[in-house]
């Protein structure tokens, strides 16, 4: 079945610099990559997703990038502010074949953006 | 639609207690998953239904465990006998078969003491 690793487990940033997340998925098969963010004692929500034909996709200040042929993706938060402090899971998905619906999770990135 | 239901938010037994969580998914959806969050672990898949099938329960962590989906619109995760180990957060999700974001519930918070 599908393996993600998610790096770094912990990320501290200062409020308006960068932060990256990176995940890696060991099935090829796989080709939906969703990211979650959690904030503190609430559920988790969907912020951006990509598929697999697509090697890009930003929506404001998040970005998402996929390189298949090395199977990772990375989640990028630029100007990061306090309110992007969160929990951030990554999940690799296979839209088709016999694992179809099995949604497995990164071990999350707790990030810290300090004012 | 309100969204993906937990029942109980919070809930707290003394070892040995059979503990019983339930779940109702989104009307329409397909899917259901149970996840289990701790720090340690993070987001854990346990089990997952498709249209009131167990699919993989390979996560559930031992005979402990076991998930029913006897309806679309009810599911339930019982822990008998509940061990302090078991204390975590649970999460419900559901997903409809021609999406691909999967909602959650606010979960609940079990604690065995």
């Known amino acids: 079945g599908e393996n993600v690793e998610q790096h770094p487990s912990t990320l501290s940033v200062q409020e308006g610099d960068s932060a990256v997340i990176k995940c890696t998925y060991s099935d090829s098969a796989s080709n939906y990559f969703p990211w979650y963010k959690q904030e503190l004692g609430k559920r988790p929500q969907l912020i951006i997703d990509i598929r697999s034909n697509v090697g890009e996709k930003k929506d404001q200040r998040i970005a998402v990038t996929l390189n298949k042929t090395a199977k990772h993706f990375s989640l990028h938060i630029t100007e990061t502010q306090p309110e992007d402090s969160a929990v951030y899971f990554c999940?690799?998905?296979?839209?088709?074949?016999?694992?179809?619906?099995?949604?497995?999770f990164g071990q999350g990135t707790i990030l810290t953006v300090h004012p | 639609d309100a969204g993906v239901i937990q029942s109980p938010r919070h809930e707290v037994t003394e070892m040995g207690q059979e503990v019983t969580l339930r779940c109702k998914p989104i009307s329409g959806h397909d899917y259901l998953f149970w996840y289990r969050q701790t720090m340690m672990r993070g987001l854990e898949l346990l089990i997952y239904?498709?249209?009131?099938?167990?699919?993989?329960d390979s996560g559930m962590p031992e005979d402990r465990f076991s998930a029913k989906m006897p309806n679309a619109s009810f599911s339930t995760l019982k822990i008998q006998p509940s061990e302090p180990r078991d204390s975590a957060v649970y999460f419900c999700?559901?997903?409809?078969?021609?999406?691909?974001?999967?909602?959650f519930g606010q979960g609940t918070r079990l604690t065995v003491v």
């Open positions: 999700a559901s997903r409809d078969r021609e999406l691909t974001e999967a909602f």
């Open positions: 239904f498709n249209n009131n099938v167990p699919i993989d």
């Open positions: 999940a690799a998905f296979n839209a088709g074949g016999t694992s179809y619906g099995k949604l497995t």
